[in-house]
């Protein structure tokens, strides 16, 4: 099964994997993005990262913290 990733706050932009049935956090390391300073956001919605990734599409949005 093939997810679209659209990322907002990167250099990449955009990028297609294969599911094989792994979580969106296991998705998101072997990109290199550390889970805990995205957030997944599928449908307009934000979905766990230990939820099971499926095929489609969702955007990836970099967190930006500060004091």
Do not use: C, H, W
């Amino acid at each position: 099964m093939k997810l679209k990733i659209k990322f907002v706050g990167f250099e990449i932009k955009e990028t297609e994997v294969d599911v094989n049935g792994q979580s969106y956090s296991e998705i998101l390391e072997s990109l290199g993005i550390n889970p805990e300073t995205v957030v997944v956001v599928r449908d307009n919605l934000p979905v766990p990262v230990d939820e099971k990734a499926e095929g489609g599409e969702i955007k990836v949005v970099r967190v930006i913290s500060g004091g």
